[in-house]
């Protein structure tokens, strides 16, 4: 298995934002499916520390990620939320027209806003990937996991 790979995340609890049952739930799968399945590789970790642990907090409108690896590699990156709030917004309205859809909705119509979902969906995966640009290098699976989670640390309960 490649060293390039988170092999756990932790969220900072003491800076996310309050969350339903169901929104822990949400940042909990979200978790599950980027350990289970990703490529990270921090770009200044020369040496190919990995596989590294990585700790998500939310300070001052900044998503901070703490990179850690045992062999002794540790970075910080603060990313702004501004140039992804669009996105996030958009991604999170469409989630909840998602789930309404799926309540009611013809087969048609539930597609149409599931096709919707998906691209924005990728959109932020895109947005995400470029805010690490520089910094870590992930694949588009890895970055659309990596966005999953940050928009369940986004929503607010």
Do not use: W
């Not at 934002?17 to 399945?37: G, Q």
Request: aromatic share 8%; hydrophobic share 40%; net charge negative.
């Amino acid at each position: 298995m490649s060293e390039h790979r988170l092999q756990s995340v932790e969220l900072d609890a003491a800076t996310l934002p309050s969350a339903t049952a169901e929104i822990e739930h949400e940042r909990r799968v979200a978790i599950f499916d980027l350990v289970e399945k990703n490529s990270f590789r921090p770009l200044e970790d020369a040496e190919d520390q990995g596989p590294y642990d990585l700790k998500l907090s939310l300070q001052d409108n900044r998503l901070v990620f703490d990179i850690v690896a045992a062999k002794g590699f540790a970075r910080t990156y603060a990313l702004s939320l501004t140039p992804l709030k669009t996105v996030l917004k958009d991604y999170v309205l469409i989630c909840d027209s998602y789930y309404e859809a799926l309540r009611g909705s013809s087969a048609t119509q539930i597609e149409a806003v599931d096709m919707g979902r998906r691209g924005l969906h990728n959109e932020g995966a895109e947005a995400l990937k470029a805010r690490l640009d520089g910094k870590v290098e992930l694949d588009h699976e890895t970055a659309r996991r990596l966005f999953t989670l940050v928009c369940a640390l986004y929503r607010r309960g």
